[in-house]
């Protein structure tokens, strides 16, 4: 039932700013540098990217739950997760900064003391979701991957 819900949201996006879905204590209407900049250590971690535009695929709402789920086992306590309509953002100009513009891309952005260290994009990643264990295991390779190197 929560991705059916998931994928009609995706379908009916037409808001006019980045929609994005509360994960570890994010406030939409808190910008992404308000967010690294807020008085709590737990604001100060690297974070998950998961993008997604106006024009979802098929196997995207799949692919973002199996990332989410993903992730509340393995990072919830490690890192922050923002699930993103890139298309409607226009405060945080997502789209130049990591050059999306494919249906779901994932990007791992390396924070220190509020300042970016680099970023990874994953990308492809809905057309994993005929195995979502190979997917799921693939996403924790990676992050752990970068983050952890």
Known sequence: MRIIIFALSLLLSVQTQAQVQNMDGYMPSQYTPEYLNADNTAYNKSIIYVFYNNEPCYTCADAISIIEQAYNQN????????????????????????????PLEVVLAR???????????????????????????????????????
Do not use: C
């Open 111 to 149: 924070y220190d003391d509020g300042v970016r260290f680099g970023y990874r994009k994953l990308e492809n990643l809905q057309t994993m979701t005929s195995d979502p264990t190979d997917l799921a295991n693939y996403f924790v390779a990676e992050v752990e991957g970068f983050f952890y190197n």
């Open 75 to 102: 990072f919830i306590d490690e890192y922050n997760m923002f699930i993103i309509n890139y298309q409607n953002d226009n405060e945080n100009n997502f789209i130049q900064t990591y050059n999306l513009y494919r």
